[in-house]
Nanobody, 125 residues
Framework: QVRLVESGGGLVQAGGSLSLSCAASTRSFSTLSMGWFRQAPGKEREFVAAIGQGGGAAYFADFVKGRFTFSVDNAANTVYLRMNNLRPEDTAVYYC??????????????????WGQGTQVTVSS
């Protein structure tokens, strides 16, 4: 069992930046693939970004490319989502997810085994 704890959400003005972190309680962090999803009010949860097992290649949804970056600190069992140039439409609850092993479809929710509780990001105009 892997427990994921997100932090770093908050309120920011449009054009600002926030960094989210997701700490994983596991002895096998390097075997995990990690992802970020978000859910805005009244909308379905959607893929934001993912990184392959052991900190491999990162993948991003088109609407965040060039604005968000994904980094990994293997020593701290933590991944980070740096969000720049935030827009009001980025307002959502952001969830961290983890999968044991690799996947060919890290943009799909059902490819993940563990989920965090979510952290609210609100971008004001």
């Amino acid at each position: 069992q892997v427990r994921l704890v997100e932090s770093g959400g908050g309120l920011v003005q449009a054009g600002g930046s926030l960094s989210l972190s997701c700490a994983a309680s596991t002895r096998s962090f390097s075997t995990l693939s990690m992802g970020w999803f978000r859910q805005a009010p009244g909308k379905e949860r959607e893929f934001v970004a993912a990184i392959g097992q052991g900190g491999g290649a990162a993948y991003f949804a088109d609407f965040v490319k060039g604005r968000f970056t994904f980094s990994v600190d293997n020593a701290a069992n933590t991944v980070y989502l740096r969000m720049n140039n935030l827009r009001p439409e980025d307002t959502a609850v952001y969830y961290c997810a983890a999968r044991d092993g690799s996947s060919w479809a890290l943009s799909l929710e059902n490819h993940y085994d563990y989920w965090g509780q979510g952290t609210q990001v609100t971008v004001s105009s």
